[in-house]
Nanobody, 119 residues
């Protein structure tokens, strides 16, 4: 199983970035997908999540109306469109995949991509 994030980088405050998470080795359309982030010295936090079918997106209050999560099950890829970025959005962003099986739960993580927002 591989989850590979891309699209991170350095951007000025007010700018935009689009993160991608390409999945392989799983039946992508079965998994609830999510974006998490971890800033230095802080705990990892949920940024946004989306159900297996792409509906019912869920956002952290801090990113509502600025970030949009989406997925393309045909391409086994999830996205995070980040607009109006703020310095406090600086963090390593991780994608996650979760599936509740009959006998066990499955959870996978990507390696992370750095997002740095300068003021």
């Amino acid at each position: 199983v591989q989850l590979v994030e891309s699209g991170g980088g350095l951007v000025q405050a007010g700018g935009s970035l689009r993160l991608s998470c390409a999945a392989s080795g799983i039946i992508f359309s079965r998994y609830v997908m999510g974006w998490y982030r971890q800033a230095p010295g802080k705990q990892r936090e949920l940024v946004a999540s989306v159900t297996s079918g792409g509906g019912s997106p869920n956002y952290a209050d801090s990113v509502k109306d600025r970030f949009t999560i989406s997925r393309d099950n045909a391409k086994n890829t999830m996205y995070l469109q980040m607009n109006s970025l703020k310095p406090e959005d600086t963090a390593v962003y991780y994608c996650s995949a979760r599936y509740r099986g009959v006998l066990r739960d499955y959870e996978y993580w990507g390696q992370g991509t750095q997002v740095t927002v300068s003021s």
